[in-house]
């Protein structure tokens, strides 16, 4: 069974720049495609972003775009979300995701696999 875990989260001003990561243990990024979520206080979970278990393709939440930027390295087996500009509402807890195959769809209903989250706050 797929393991994931995030790290990196904290405490920054707006402006700032952080960058999570998303160990993932037990399973390759040949099998299996990667997502970033968050779920503000009080709201829903939302898609971020995501790579296709080939890692030749990223997709992005629209609102996000250009602000957010995600990787892999194979070799760590582990998934990088950068974040720049950020901004008080992109406070959240933000979680990694798994499924099998390479679509990365939206939906979190479509993911198998989740990690525990990490806490991201952002200033004003």
């Known amino acids: 069974q797929v393991q994931l875990e995030e790290s990196g989260g904290g405490l920054v001003q707006a402006g700032g720049s952080l960058r999570l990561s998303c160990a993932v243990s037990?399973?390759?990024?040949?099998?299996?495609?990667v997502a970033w979520f968050r779920q503000p206080g009080g709201k829903e979970r939302e898609f971020v972003g995501g790579?296709?278990?080939?890692?030749?393709?990223?997709y992005y939440a629209d609102p996000l775009k250009g602000r957010f930027t995600i990787s892999q390295d194979n070799a760590k087996n582990t998934m990088y979300l950068e974040m720049n500009s950020l901004k008080p509402e992109d406070t959240a807890v933000y979680y990694c995701?798994?499924?099998?195959?390479?679509?990365?769809?939206?939906?979190?209903?479509?993911?198998?696999?989740w990690g525990q989250g990490t806490q991201v706050t952002v200033s004003s």
């Open positions: 037990r399973g390759t990024f040949i099998t299996y495609a």
């Open positions: 790579i296709g278990w080939s890692g030749q393709s990223t």
């Open positions: 995701a798994a499924r099998r195959g390479g679509a990365v769809p939206a939906e979190k209903s479509k993911y198998d696999y």
